[in-house]
């Protein structure tokens, strides 16, 4: 896809986007575990930061539809791509990363959370390193009390890319288990030193929940 014209490409996934993830998706067997805690959260009006690794996140325009939440994209051509397919479908798309200045965008997520919004957040996006969590969902929840709600998934039927992310998919008919984390809380008020703690217990928390997954199929 990334060999086509811009122009191309654009039609294609403006109308074959959608339709196909929506009919590879419905042919799963999927399972949801810990939806408890994203209800509770939600019934509390709480801000929540959601946190997908990057190599993960081949379930994030189908899964979160309709729910009105706020996702970070990447103004990459990858970003691009998932902002044409999740455009249409319920989200409040917002485009910009860590390797790009994004004051704006930085501003909407934090007045999005204060309103007691929901944001979702690629923490080691959009390069890397793989699983190794930047500081920008930490000072989300510290500057405006939301919970991080870690998320991923595991499949019967993996099919692993050889991309630094080790990305991963499933073919159609396969069996899903789609996780919602433990909500963690981050203190206000930390100085550098103390986000940097909460930093460092949040990607080890998200790191072992990912792996604990990988191992239930």
């Known amino acids: 896809m990334r060999a ?8 294609l996934i403006d109308r074959l986007g959608r339709p196909v993830i929506w009919l590879w998706f419905k042919s799963t ?12 959260l939600r019934e509390a009006r709480r801000g ?30 990858d970003g691009e791509i998932a902002a044409r397919v999740m455009d249409g479908w ?20 934090i007045d ?19 699983r190794k969590l930047k500081m920008g969902c930490i000072r989300l929840a510290a500057d405006t009390g939301a919970a991080i709600l870690p998320f991923s998934f595991t499949t019967d ?9 080790r990305f991963l998919m499933f073919p159609p008919f396969a069996r899903v288990l789609a996780a919602y984390g433990e909500p963690i809380e981050i203190p206000c008020g930390l100085d550098a030193a103390g986000l940097e703690r909460e930093r ?9 929940f990912d792996a604990d997954l990988d191992r239930r199929l």
């Open 4 to 11: 086509m014209s811009p122009r191309v490409r654009n039609w």
């Open 29 to 40: 067997r999927m399972t949801i575990a810990g939806g408890e805690h994203v209800r509770r």
């Open 48 to 77: 929540i930061v959601h946190i997908i690794w990057h190599g993960k996140i081949f379930m994030v325009p189908y899964f979160y539809r309709k729910r009105n939440i706020m996702p970070l994209v990447s103004p990459s051509q």
């Open 90 to 109: 319920g989200y409040k798309i917002l485009r910009g990363s860590g390797s790009h200045f994004m004051k704006d965008a930085w501003l909407a997520m």
């Open 112 to 130: 999005e959370l204060k309103a007691g919004g929901e944001v979702i957040i690629i923490p080691d996006g959009p390069k890397g390193p793989d």
């Open 157 to 165: 039927r993996k099919k692993t890319l050889k991309s630094w992310d």
């Open 200 to 208: 460092e217990r949040v990607e080890d928390l998200f790191v072992r």
